[in-house]
T-cell receptor, first 109, second 117 residues
């Protein structure tokens, strides 16, 4: 069975500091990994996906199949990055999503 | 494009009562999902529809939960009878489906917050 682990429930960093949100997964097949973000009073939205290999709002994430990880990184955090971040694994032919429990990121001024 | 719509936004019921949630996906999206998000947890998939057929309902508690997607557009999720542990946010999402790299990209609605007392 697939599983997504986000070990940090809460993460605080100062503005301008680097930030890394950890995500580990377990899945026997070929994974498709995503990061979703939920800003205060907004709906859950896709931030980025590993197959796109793109940077969104300064965030990047690299899929490491050896370590089964998909950590989210940003070199210089901004206050507007404060939000709840969920890592998700797409699996199966229909690509159902399995979500981690989320990390609440707070960027302090 | 208009986003995924859900109603009601909030609902408070007593245990053993019934409740229904409605979802209108993004126009043209073939795939529709219902998730349950309990406080402090990530969303958990309850059921996935492809057009008006069920793709996966393995995590749906079928003794009390039911869902339908008539005509392959709108969907309703029902709980009957509700239990205290059903208190959660119920999220609806839709995706385009079909082929291509964005076929499974999911767009979420605002959710319905259910409180069972």
């Amino acid at each position: 069975a697939q599983r997504v682990t986000q070990p940090e429930k809460l993460l605080s960093v100062f503005k301008g500091a680097p930030v890394e949100l950890k995500c580990n997964y377990s899945y026997s097949g070929s994974p498709e990994l995503f990061w979703y973000v939920q800003y205060s009073r907004q709906r859950l939205q896709l931030l980025l996906r590993h197959i796109s290999r793109e940077s969104i709002k300064g965030f990047t994430a690299d899929l490491n199949k050896g370590e089964t990880s998909f950590h989210l990184k940003k070199p210089f955090a901004q206050e507007e990055d404060s939000a709840m971040y969920y890592c998700a694994l797409g699996s199966g032919s229909a690509r159902q999503l399995t979500f981690g429990s989320g990390t609440q990121l707070t960027v302090l001024p | 494009e208009a986003g995924v719509a859900q109603s009601p936004r909030y609902k408070i019921i007593e245990k053993r009562q019934s409740v229904a949630f409605w979802c209108n996906p993004i126009s043209g999206h073939a795939t529709l999902y219902w998730y349950q998000q309990i406080l402090g947890q990530g969303p958990k998939l309850l059921i996935q529809f492809q057009n008006n057929g069920v793709v996966d309902d393995s995590q749906l508690p079928k003794d009390r939960f039911s869902a339908e997607r008539l005509k392959g557009v709108d969907s309703t999720l029902k709980i009957q009878p509700a239990k205290l542990e059903d208190s959660a946010v119920y999220l609806c999402a839709s995706s385009r489906g079909g082929q291509g790299p964005t076929r499974s990209e999911q767009y979420f609605g605002p959710g319905t917050r259910l409180t069972v007392t």
